[in-house]
């Protein structure tokens, strides 16, 4: 370090580039570069304490960042001399939506009202984009599915059998195969995994086709049989619905404020305020319930948490560190947590950190226990609270929470500390508070909030006036600083 730290000195002294110092005083950029990868892991590990695991020896990443970044900014080879094509394919428009084209109508409309001198633009323009719109619509694109959307369309084969009179024929319709072998129901199970909805998806669509169904045992009773046929659907019925499951998971990337945009340029609608390679820390939406929350968001858009990786979960970690240090210097606790109770509305998966009192710190798992025993049915499948808090103390650690519940179920959970909390599974959506309703009202009987800024769900927007605010406090803490330094 006293080497490394002698290069940059003399650097300074006789404002040489730092390059040329270190090939003097290192003899190769190589080691100059292992040399500085030393002294980060040194100061990471200060920050992080103890508990942090880092590498024991030079990755050698610096390195090889230097020489991309030495490819990138060397001239690229002269191509050789031949005739210019002239481009003759016009440079297309992005075709509009159905909603930015119903705004522009709207823009117009207004236009023509007010006898607003743009007027005239305005309708040129919606005729256009109009026209385009229809074109669009009248020869529709190609879409390209996902692995899991194509897994749907592989085809019933044995597992169903065609129905053959006229009308089975005519719209392709198929019943269940009774005589299915093992290797079917195998085929069968692989196709159908992870879809969405599971047994009780096809169990309501069974129940949608029986006009008499009636909810008693002793009509199920009788009707065992009829129920516990499988519907299978006909290849072309498994087309559309794996198209139309691929076009709203689109409309919700399209629309989701926590998403940067890579086609069109464009940030998230949510302030960044902290950036790392695979999360990043933005502000809690308005009205907060306790002031100076924040959210923590993967920068993938995960249905939930428990998909995210390693990688994602350390950088999570790291944030959930500084930011329980902030508010610990603030004089006030923290409680996070993740709401995906609703997995059908394809959200951004994100943890919220919500500060308390330091001293309602100690009685927050009761507010929740209790909320958690009155919120869903009084018999259900799974226990009613998951214990992630005691399971990380039992030897399970910091991986309590991703292996005491499932990344396909509805779920609700709570930390208290690093390394677990509370959680309940979520069975009966209906019953469960819409949206962020019910971590909402739990906390806000704790902090004694008003009960409309309870009940008011809000939205990101760009301008928030908090971020300089919370930037201020957060400079201290933001571990996030090592990478734009380094």
């Not at 879409?143 to 009308?167: H, Y």
């Not at 129920?227 to 998971?249: C, G, P, T, W, Y």
């Not at 929470?401 to 709570?414: G, Q, T």
Request: proline share 5%.
């Amino acid at each position: 370090m006293t080497k490394l730290k002698a290069a940059y000195t003399a650097a300074e002294e006789s404002g040489r580039p730092i390059e040329d110092v270190a090939m003097e005083r290192f003899g190769d950029l190589r080691y100059f570069d292992d040399a500085r990868e030393e002294k980060e892991e040194m100061e990471r590990r200060k920050i992080y304490g103890k508990d942090y695991k880092g590498h024991d020896k030079p990755t050698g990443d610096l390195y090889r960042e230097r020489m991309k970044n030495q490819r990138k900014d060397s001239p690229p080879p002269e191509p050789e001399q031949g005739t210019i094509i002239p481009d003759t394919h016009p440079q297309s428009t992005p075709v509009m939506d159905q909603t930015a084209l119903n705004r522009l109508r709207a823009q117009m409309m207004k236009a023509k009202l007010r006898r607003a001198p743009n007027a005239a633009q305005l309708e040129e323009e919606y005729n256009k984009a109009a026209a385009m719109f229809a074109t669009a619509q009248s020869n529709p694109e190609a879409v390209v599915l996902s692995v899991m959307d194509n897994r749907q369309l592989a085809g019933t084969r044995n597992e169903a059998k065609a129905i053959t009179n006229k009308r089975g024929r005519e719209r392709g319709n198929v019943e269940e195969n009774t005589e299915m072998t093992i290797d079917d129901m195998v085929r069968e199970e692989r196709r159908t995994k992870n879809q969405a909805g599971g047994e009780g998806l096809r169990l309501a669509e069974r129940i949608a086709k029986d006009g008499k169904f009636d909810n008693d045992l002793d009509y199920m009773d009788e009707n065992a049989e009829k129920l516990a046929k499988r519907l299978h659907k006909s290849d072309i019925n498994l087309k559309n619905m794996a198209v139309s499951e691929f076009q709203k998971m689109s409309r919700a990337l399209d629309n989701c404020p926590l998403c940067h945009h890579e086609d069109k340029n464009q940030p998230p609608l949510a302030p960044v305020i902290a950036l790392g390679t695979r999360a990043f820390l933005t502000l809690a939406t308005e009205p907060e319930i306790s002031p100076g929350g924040a959210v923590i968001v993967p920068l993938a858009h995960r249905a939930n948490l428990l998909e995210c990786d390693d990688d994602e979960w350390e950088e999570i970690r790291n944030f959930m560190k500084s930011l329980t240090r902030m508010y610990h210097e603030q004089g006030r606790e923290v409680v996070f947590y993740e709401n995906a109770a609703q997995p059908h509305r394809r959200m951004h998966a994100a943890m919220v950190a919500v500060p308390i009192p330091y001293e309602e710190g100690a009685t927050a798992p009761a507010y929740f226990k209790e909320a958690f025993l009155s919120s869903d049915e009084e018999w259900s499948q799974h226990r009613k609270i998951i214990d992630t808090g005691a399971k990380a103390r039992d030897g399970m650690g910091r991986s309590a929470f991703r292996r005491c519940i499932a990344k396909e179920m509805p779920y609700f959970h709570v930390w208290f500390t690093l390394d677990g909390g509370l959680g309940h599974v979520v069975e009966d959506a209906g019953r469960w508070p819409k949206g962020d309703l019910f971590a909402r009202e739990v906390l806000g009987g704790i902090v004694d909030a008003e009960p409309h800024v309870m009940k008011k769900q809000g939205r990101w927007m760009r301008g928030d006036p908090r971020v300089d605010g919370f930037k201020k406090g957060w400079r201290k803490f933001d571990w996030t600083r090592m990478l734009a330094e380094g």
